[in-house]
């Protein structure tokens, strides 16, 4: 005999497990710490890769500049000026990472425990 | 409104049936007009304004992710400005590449947004896109939408000046860079776009969450008359190019008209209805609004069984579309003779199923004169005992 509220659940589960809920399990696996750690380090590689190829772009843009004057410019200065920049770029990117990430894993967090929770349920529901 | 509901639910039992070929057939759609786009506006490599490639593309697009629809109309674009130029190759590779790493990488589900926007900003009708957006997406959605915008305003600085590049010696690599950078910095049209379309979705989101009645039809109105506003005040200030506020105000009244089908679709309320209740526990006291979604009755499918404890074929489903509640809920006039007479009919009905399966008639007694070894196995009264089994749950706890 086919039970109609376990056929809903387990309906409902499969579309969450098909769906985002195969993402959240991912994150689930971690904890908080090492999953905001990992995201943070990747978008510092994502940041610092992006500022490259914008200063990439930039350096050949003004090549001739740079070609005309590249004993007058204080190449000190001018990489200081650079790191100075990209530490600012990159800095403020981690910290949107970092809220970002943080307020996915809560989000993924809250929504595990309820797949448990229907989890559970469904078990209980098995044994009557 | 009873019989657009019946059509809403209609359509929704069609696309839940059917979502296996309509969600390929969508993306495939998608790939091929975003393909064609990118063709006839850049063609610069004439072999790629091809229709067997770009069907073939398309088609691989309806069974890959979503994803796979904004890479393959990047890899087209870069093919299509490598044959223009290698400097100008480089550079849109740059802006493609800063686009995914520092935003497709933490929200991989707006590509298509970000795809969306820069194909209809082609079709010089964007100012749709931050009410859809804001409707049916987050906040997050603005980024997405400045994306498109980017994006495109890229592209169109490049075919506006593909007649200089193309014309220039191979040694002046620097000067192609800087006439196309300088024309992408200097594009105020792009700045401003971006920021009316953020703040245009951050307020329709923003409306439309907010817990008062009619709020995506406020959210709705109120979007398209702030596009516009914001839209004629940059215009007034910096004279934006091919501005045409009849095209805005077509465009905004096809927005309302979108907006209010996706209300119908996601967010139909009745509030005749709405309840109020306040109640408490030991550390809350709450307030609460409960307003009803609008619904019809949906024919529901059930499946009439002849002999419990025996296969049952396709052939015994039947639709019951009967109404179930009292006769006296039901509207119209409420006739005690009727409604005895249709008790007794079913009574009766149910009554000779019974006599017939206590018999032994019915699709069951086909199995004593041997199994048909197509027919489906046999599930007995109860359940078999795999089924019941709850030791592969007990490992999960």
């Known amino acids: 005999m086919l039970n109609e509220e376990r056929v809903a659940l387990m309906t409902r589960m499969a579309s969450y497990e098909a769906g985002e809920g195969k993402r959240n399990m991912q994150i689930g696996r971690f904890f908080r710490s090492d999953y905001v750690s990992i995201q943070v380090l990747k978008a510092f590689i994502s940041a610092t890769i992006s500022f490259c190829m914008v200063f990439a772009i930039y350096v050949y843009y003004n090549l001739e500049t740079f070609m005309e004057n590249l004993y007058q410019i204080d190449l000190v200065a001018f990489a200081k000026d650079v790191l100075t920049k990209y530490a600012w770029f990159a800095g403020s990117y981690l910290v949107i990472a970092y809220l970002v990430c943080t307020f996915k894993y809560a989000r993924a967090r809250k929504n595990l425990h309820l797949y448990f929770n229907n989890l559970k349920k469904l078990g209980q529901m098995y044994r009557k | ?397």
């Open chain 2, 1 to 397: 409104m009873t019989k657009l509901l019946e059509i809403r639910e209609q359509i929704k039992f069609f696309y839940s049936k059917a979502e296996w070929i309509i969600t390929p057939v969508a993306k495939l759609l998608a790939a091929f007009i975003s393909l064609n786009v990118i063709n006839s506006r850049m063609g610069y490599m004439p072999r790629l304004d091809n229709f067997g490639i770009v069907m073939i593309v398309a088609l691989m697009c309806a069974f890959l992710p979503t994803g796979a629809i904004l890479l393959f109309c990047s890899v087209f674009c870069l093919l299509h400005l490598y044959s223009l130029s290698l400097e100008v190759a480089v550079l849109g590779m740059v802006v493609f590449l800063l686009i995914y790493l520092l935003y497709l990488r933490f929200a991989p589900g707006e590509s298509l947004v970000v795809m969306g926007t820069t194909i209809l900003c082609a079709w010089k009708i964007p100012y749709l896109v931050p009410i859809v957006m804001g409707l049916v997406g987050g906040p997050a959605s603005a980024i997405s939408v400045g994306c498109g915008v980017l994006a495109y305003a890229f592209l169109d600085v490049v075919t506006d000046n593909a007649a200089n590049i193309s014309t220039m010696a191979d040694e002046e690599t620097i000067v192609r860079l800087k006439l196309v950078v300088d024309a992408l910095l200097a594009n105020k049209q792009m700045l401003i776009l971006i920021l009316v379309f953020a703040i245009t979705t951050i307020v329709v989101y923003v409306i439309r969450r907010l817990p008062v009645d009619h709020a995506w039809t406020i959210a709705i109105i109120a979007g398209v008359i702030f596009n516009m506003v914001l839209l004629l005040v940059a215009d007034l200030f910096y004279e934006l190019v091919e501005f045409s506020f009849v095209r805005v105000f077509l465009v905004s009244l096809l927005a309302l008209v979108i907006g209010m089908v996706l209300e119908f679709f996601r967010f139909q309320l009745d509030y005749g209805h709405t309840e109020r209740v306040q109640f408490e526990d030991d550390e809350y006291y709450y307030y609460v609004k409960a307003v009803p979604k609008m619904m019809v009755p949906q024919s529901s499918r059930t499946i009439k069984r002849i002999n419990r404890t025996s296969y049952v074929p396709e052939a015994e489903e039947e639709e019951d579309v009967r109404d179930y509640r009292p006769r006296s809920r039901r509207g119209g006039e409420y006739d005690e003779a009727e409604e005895y007479e249709e008790f007794h009919e079913e009574f009766s009905r149910r009554r000779s199923q019974e006599i017939d399966r206590e018999l032994g008639f019915g699709f069951d007694t086909m199995s004593s004169f041997g199994e048909d070894p197509d027919r489906p196995p046999v599930r007995r009264r109860g359940g078999s005992a795999e089924a019941d089994d709850p030791g592969d749950f007990e490992e999960l706890f």
